[in-house]
């Protein structure tokens, strides 16, 4: 394998021009001057790549800031990458199942508010509560931290004002759970919100939600309502809702309180992390529709079981949502997604989107825990599925990847903005998985600022290891 790793000089680097990072609002301006109104159709790369030379900005910060004013989003790529959920309901794969068959158990939910509230300190009996949900500190781990002890430490933070987020995870295709839940179980998702907001003093919360469900709020403001008759909704906890364009830099979530707090949605530097300073400075818990959806039936038998609801993207069979435990493996979930078509034309399965990792069929066998699924070096960004089906070509995959991550990036850091386009210049010359496109990857993992620099590789990266060993491909 020749080991061809580029020189400086043979890196493409965008003209000096290019390379000055502008304020926004005068990006949005030349924007406007330069699309004259045409604003409705969507443009190739080469249209963003002339656009960011006559304006004179990187071509990665030229496009967060059309994803970000609605005025521009014709514009983007976004939606050519992020399917629609299928209109098929939720199927489970899990007994008991929770929230796709039950029914809406949003009264119970209340009333274990109302019962909480009169407890002499609510704040400290749910504490304490969390902390002994058995499974819930093995589930439910985000930046290396249970939600327990996330919650705890927004808590434990001095501060005047506190907030409760609640995401979509909209920037991750196939993420449909959130949409799923706030259509369809928004009285439990308020309810979460309002454990949390109990959990850590918070008197404002905000729910974000795609442009594209903006229908969602009505529904909302109903279970807001709702809640607010029935008297769990604390006085002075409000909730409104922030409507974004899919998710800020695939849903880091520094990126969107940054867009909540009207900014471009870059990436944040971490430390400090949300529970400590999120919303202008103000400690915050960010979590997902799910999570909160969930937390009240955690509350109530005491266990958290790993359930989760999956997407399964095209091109599978029978795609949708599903839901899961921790106990379901990878082949258990793919041979239902695949239906009739079963398993033997599919050569591996990207686990957790485009910044998850791909399972070849050896590991099919994994449960969808996250624990286990770490240990046998799967790494789900989020819970959703898909298949590479046998004799797809590495190149035109690996392009599909590289093009998204250019689309997504929000040009902040110069790994994350230029590997992408070094990687594809790289896969253009030689459409293999060579030394060198493994060692531009590896560098944007390695330096990148934020998580979507350092996982969007991954994948691309586990598919040349794979070819390494197999040279005939990934199957
Ligand atoms: S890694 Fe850097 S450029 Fe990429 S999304 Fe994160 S902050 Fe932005």
Do not use: Y
Request: overall charge negative.
């Amino acid at each position: 394998m020749p080991n061809d790793f580029p020189t400086a000089s043979a890196v493409p680097c965008p003209a000096p021009a290019a390379r000055e990072p502008r304020p926004a609002p005068a990006i949005a301006h030349r924007l406007r001057q330069e699309l004259r109104g045409q604003t409705t159709a969507r443009l190739s790369d080469g249209d963003w790549a002339q656009l960011a030379a006559s304006i004179g900005a990187p071509e990665a910060q030229v496009r967060t800031v059309a994803a970000f004013f609605e005025e521009f989003s014709g514009t983007t790529a976004h939606g050519a990458h992020f399917p629609s959920r299928p209109d098929a309901p939720p199927r489970s794969l899990t007994t008991p199942p929770q929230l796709i068959a039950t029914a809406d158990d949003t009264t119970s939910a209340f009333s274990l508010l109302k019962t909480l509230a009169t407890t002499e300190n609510p704040a400290a009996t749910l504490a304490g509560r969390l902390s002994a949900i058995e499974g819930l500190a093995r589930h439910r781990i985000k930046a290396g931290r249970g939600l327990s002890s996330r919650w705890a430490e927004a808590a434990a933070t001095p501060a005047a004002e506190r907030f409760v987020i609640c995401h979509t995870d909209a920037g991750n295709p196939g993420s449909w759970s959130g949409e799923w839940l706030l259509e369809h179980r928004p009285g439990l998702v308020i309810a979460g919100m309002c454990f949390a907001a109990l959990a850590i003093g918070a008197g404002e919360g905000v729910i974000c939600v795609d442009r594209s469900h903006l229908s969602l709020i009505s529904r909302l403001r109903t279970a807001t309502e709702q809640a607010r008759a029935a008297g769990v909704l604390p006085d002075d906890f409000e909730i409104s809702v922030f409507p974004t364009f899919g998710s800020p830099v695939g849903g880091e979530e520094t990126a969107l309180l940054n867009a909540i707090e009207g900014r471009v949605g870059e990436a944040r530097s971490r430390p400090p992390e949300p529970e400590v300073a999120g919303i202008f400075g103000k400690p915050t818990v960010v979590e997902s529709a799910e999570i909160f959806a969930r937390l009240p039936g955690w509350l109530r038998s005491g266990r958290d079981d790993g359930q989760r609801l999956i997407g399964l993207l095209p091109p599978f069979a029978q795609p949708g949502l599903v839901e899961i435990d921790a106990t379901v493996t990878l082949r258990q979930v793919a041979s239902d997604a695949a239906g009739a078509d079963g398993l033997s034309s599919i050569a591996a399965l990207t686990v957790g989107g485009r910044f998850g990792s791909l399972a070849f069929p050896e590991k099919w066998d994994t449960p969808l825990d996250l624990e286990t699924l770490r240990k046998a070096r799967i790494e789900p960004a989020n819970f959703s599925l898909s298949p590479v089906p046998q004799g797809q070509p590495f190149s035109d995959w690996a392009r599909d990847q590289l093009n998204f991550a250019m689309s997504e990036t929000c040009g902040r850091c110069l790994p994350c903005r230029l590997g992408p386009l070094a990687a594809l210049g790289e896969l253009d010359a030689s459409g293999e998985p060579t030394h060198r496109l493994r060692e531009i990857l590896d560098t944007v993992a390695a330096t990148s600022l934020c998580g979507f620099g350092r996982d969007f590789p991954r994948p691309i990266l586990q598919w040349i290891e794979r070819w390494r060993h197999q040279p005939a491909g990934a199957s």
